[in-house]
Structures are given as C-alpha cells and as structure tokens.
C-alpha cells in the first residue's frame, strides 16, 4: 500500500476520534499485538520503509493518537488499536 493509502485506511478507521486510538510502528507486528495484550480492534499495515511508517505515525501523534513514537528494528509496519 502507499503511503496515501495507509493514511486513508486509518483516517476511515478512527475519523475524528484520535484520542481514542494508540499508533505505532514495528518490525514484529504480530509480536506486537500480543505485547499490547491482543487488541480486538487491531488493524495493522505494511508501510514498506520505516521512513514512510515514521511519516504516518507521527502525523497521527501530532493529531493527539495515543503512541510512544517509538519501534525497533526495521520498523516498517503501522498498526493502530
């Protein structure tokens, strides 16, 4: 997916409600997943580059998400809950 895509497929999921949702960036998005304790409304994306995952985490940071701003490794992947 692109950038622009992921973006747009969070936005439908959270619409104005940032401060309800955590975001963040992984390597190990299943790891993760179990680690935030096996969210029910987990949704997760490949954002290719940490790069473009770093972009898109902190837009919705700045948005007032829930996040550390943190991730190891290649953290090419977002996931919101």
């Known amino acids: 997916m692109t950038e622009e895509n992921?973006?747009?497929a969070i936005k439908s999921?959270?619409?104005t409600a940032y401060s309800s949702?955590?975001?963040?960036v992984?390597?190990?998005p299943?790891?993760?997943?179990?680690e935030h304790g096996n969210p029910k409304y987990w949704h997760q994306w490949?954002?290719?580059?940490?790069?473009?995952?770093r972009r898109?985490?902190?837009?919705f940071l700045d948005k007032d998400c829930k996040g550390a701003g943190g991730g190891?490794?290649?953290a090419n992947w977002v996931y919101i809950f």
């Open 6 to 8: 992921i973006m747009s």
């Open 13 to 15: 999921h959270i619409g």
């Open 21 to 24: 949702w955590t975001i963040g």
């Open 26 to 28: 992984t390597d190990r």
């Open 30 to 34: 299943d790891e993760r997943k179990q």
């Open 46 to 53: 490949d954002a290719s580059t940490e790069a473009v995952a």
């Open 56 to 59: 898109i985490e902190k837009y």
């Open 72 to 74: 190891r490794g290649e």
